[in-house]
């Protein structure tokens, strides 16, 4: 039979050293230097939290329990080590599902257990039914996020106008049913909570534009973590509730910044407003207004070759290109040359935050040559070349002169102020945000078309040449 | 003295949101990503409830003579599918925990000690 | 379920420290001569406490009827000899905070408005 | 009779929340603009937490407890409003000592309340016998660290061999009667509690040198805060724990920020080794070993006149003459003829940490002109002229060079690197830790002999005049 997690004051106390170990783990982020002992510090927490729930004495099917915890890691490592850099939004993403869907059959087997007993309380069905709900809402949501990034269906938003109507009412409906579950232990109302979650994950998501995805799975990623701490509640661990809370805070957090930096409220991103506004402009903009300009890798070369100082900004394309380790031979070349080089990271440029600065990394680009927004932007004016490899929005000037463009305010990249501007990218084509960018236009900006990686490679060779 | 235990969680949900507020703003912006994994990999501590649910072990109906069993019949069947969905909670977690951390450092062994001048 | 209000406590007390740790790096260090006042000032807490032993009321010497009272002939003095103590520390602490305050309030009132343009 | 403070779950929620306002109010002081909302959420804080304390089923003697409230606030606020704020620290020191004589007041009535009726408890004369001795020790120290700093008692430290092996038994005996107490709740052992801590805060404190004051007054900030959370434990109030491990780690902190900045250990200040080193060099240098160069006033106006670029390095001197109001119309004078003026805060100027920032604040001199250490440093090197305002030890370059010297290894603000370096002092004796300074003798180096303020304010006279 079941019995709560909190038996003793010792295993208490370990549990909160538990939560403190994570709360390390999180702290290490502060600084590269300490991140990899911070990982450490999470992994021992979490090693403390599975030793302790094993040595409950309330614990009979280690067996059970040991093949459990042997398939996840037989998924998950190889999961981690082979899925591609770019598809990590994705892969986060299905792992919030996965956790939803934990809290969902805890709750399911909690009730299971005390039905059969005949021992089920209102409080606890209160805690179950909401643990259940939020986790499969957590569920249905990631994996629609997940499948939009994936691009398997498509990103375009819903934009039915009765979807608000629709939420609205699947919520009343959860709430009611909980509502109704608290008081009767019905197994009628439990499902019905089952369903209505999974449907209200899905036409919460729906409604919201692919661009959005990023602040979508960071909000998931606080759902999921609220979805722990609500478990936590129901098997009155505070260890469960300690940890939940770090995560749902540090989701809601990242949805913050995200929003931030995009200039956007995160209420409109939610309602999918803007979403709507992307689909209508990214009809009209996949071919472009004006002719851009071409230009060639030697030409690239040849002003590179002249240049005294260089700017690179990195995009979501040197991310599908995986053209990182490309660029840092070309920044070897230029620096071997006295030129100065620089990288300008936007915050949400790529499809995660921190995206290029993991992919920088990666490469072995030394940190000193990275600057973010605020720092760069000054230098623009300065700048000989800027090569843009497959960055997009995050260099649209329209974001600071078209009030009636979808991204209007949100702080850009201000490479236009260069002298010599080149954009590589494969085609025509708009970015994430799927509009129209007036820089690829302008008399001092090129375009360079084809995949980032052989670009650059191309680059790197014509420079030898030079 | 009457303070329930739900008080008490209720407080350390309110600490613990406090210290996660402090700790996730003080995380640098480079390192983002890696707290989207590291944050994805804790919030596999739900295998802690699912364990819970999987590990007890399995009364006989016997256990009807003393608790309100609503239906007699089903007392073992129902606990074998609690413990059968426990488990699966617990594999479902543990590919969290497991893949969470393994991307984790995966992402952090790029940050690798030349960096790490730039204190 | 047999957790002593005692450890709870504990958990109380280390999540607080941790709360303080981050909170405290996080003060500006133009500003430490107000945090140091205002910790100051915020440390006469040991108010609470104080009135707790300032305030209840004194009981007879009845009471002993019921209670294992060592010198009953003492235990009405004894009462008011704690009730004056408590009311002297209700004061010295009254004294740190209303102080404290005024203080950091005194500092912080120089920090004025035209010195926040540095965001 | 004493009813312990946690007595429902509704007013355990209002203390953590009152203790959540405490929190609040430090998060504001991380930044000057939302310093003064921070202050008042802690006074609501605060404000909660006695209302709690009256509201609570037991409180009976609401008149008493407002005369001690009432009589406290009539204290308080003058004392707060008149002291000059060059004896803060002292009085900050003297509040301490209030807080830790409250904690072991409080300790003596719950014992007087506990015994009348027959019902200590083990675990509580533990956590009393605790409560009391960190109170005492916090009381003693503080006041002899406040007369120190007063200058009432010499800063002289006490370097009798024997004072480790005292303290040391002082320190074992407090634990033996602690023990005795917690076995018989025997008054003896109690009344040797009290005795023995009270001794010991003070033979602890002795030997430190005055130069070390500060720290030790955040040191025993930190106590006091420790004596609140072991009250806490006594009465069973989270919220005295909380706020009191808040103020612990506050205390601990600022030490430690304090240690580092003059590169110093904890442990040495403790000890008080520092103290003597201190003691027998201050003997030496009250007279300086070679002559060093005098200026007047008009010759620094000169000098201040033809420069491009100045820096004004601000010390406890400044402090003590109330120069601020001065110095700020002479560096609007500055300013006014297109001078670049900076100042170079040293992050322990003055005898608190942020001392100089509150004063420079005070007299309303832009933040912006403001540098911390490690920015200001390169620039000396640029400056023509700097003027040093009863700065001493912290622009004394025999941190860096003199090994012997007892402040070797303390950053220092490196003013000999300007052109022409000016120090405005009113004698030649040495600075807080009582040491001799070469720069004053050095060939760019000249004092300006007099009162910070008469000083500032006959440069600015002569200024108008050049
Ligand atoms: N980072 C985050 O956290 C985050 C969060 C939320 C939203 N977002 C959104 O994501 C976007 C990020 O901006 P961004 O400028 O980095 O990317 P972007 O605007 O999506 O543009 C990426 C560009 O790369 C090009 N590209 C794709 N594959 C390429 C390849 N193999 N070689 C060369 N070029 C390639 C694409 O053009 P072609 O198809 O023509 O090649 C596209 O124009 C923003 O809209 C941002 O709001 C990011
Ligand atoms: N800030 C902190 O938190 C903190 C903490 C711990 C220790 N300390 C210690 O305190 C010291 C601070 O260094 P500091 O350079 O600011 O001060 P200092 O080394 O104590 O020197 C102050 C100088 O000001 C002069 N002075 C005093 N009154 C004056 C007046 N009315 N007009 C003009 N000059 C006057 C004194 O010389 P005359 O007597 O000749 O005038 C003295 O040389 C360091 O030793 C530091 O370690 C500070």
Known sequence: MLIALLNDNLTLLLAIAAGVLCVLGLQGLSHPKTARRGNLCAMAGMALAIALAFVHPSMEAYGWVLLGLAAGAVVGVPLARKTPLTSLPQLVAVFHSLVGLAAALVALGMYLQKQAFGLMEAKLALEMGLGAAIGLITLTGSILAALKLQGTI????????????????????????????????????????????????????????????????????????????????????????????????????????????????????????????????????????????????????????????????????????????????????????????????????GRMPGHMNVLLAEADIPYDLVEELEDVNPRFAEADVVLILGANDVVNPAAQTDKSSPIYGMPVLEAWHAKRVFVVKRSHRPGYAGIDNPLFTLPNAALVLGDAKEIVEKIGTALKAA | MEIDIFTWLVVVLILSGIIGYFVVWGVTPALHTPLMAVTNAISGIVVVAAMAVAGPSILSIDVCAMLPCPYPQYVVPMQWAARVIGVVAVALCAVNIFGGFAITARMLAMYKPKEEKKA
Chains 1, 4 share one sequence.
């Not at chain 1, 129901?234 to 260890?239: F, M, N, Y």
């Not at chain 1, 803007?274 to 009209?284: D, H, P, R, S, W």
């Open chain 1, 154 to 349: 498509g990103g375009r938003p819903w934009g039915w106008w009765g979807r608000h109507y629709l939420n609205l009412g699947l919520g009343v409906g959860i709430v009611a049913c909980t509502a109704w579950f608290t008081l009767t232990f019905s197994p009628v109302a439990f499902g019905l909570i089952f369903i209505l979650s999974l449907i209200l994950g899905w036409t919460l998501v729906a409604p919201i534009g692919g661009a959005d995805m990023p602040v979508v799975v960071s909000m998931l990623n606080s759902y999921s973590g609220w979805a722990a701490a609500a478990t936590g509640f129901a098997v009155e661990s505070p260890l469960l509730i300690m940890v939940g809370a770090l995560v749902g805070v540090s989701g809601a957090i990242l949805s913050y910044v995200m929003c931030h930096a995009m200039q956007r409220s995160f209420i409109s991103v939610i309602l999918g407003g803007f979403g709507n506004a992307e689909a209508a402009v990214g009809e009209a903009s996949t071919t472009p207004s004006k002719a851009a300009a071409l230009a060639g890798t030697e030409d690239v070369a040849y002003l590179l070759n002249e240049a005294e100082q260089v700017i690179i900004v990195p995009g979501y394309g040197m991310a599908v290109a995986q053209a990182q380790h490309a660029v840092k031979a070309l920044t070897q070349q230029l620096l071997a040359k006295g030129i100065e080089v620089r990288f300008a990271i936007h915050p949400v440029a």
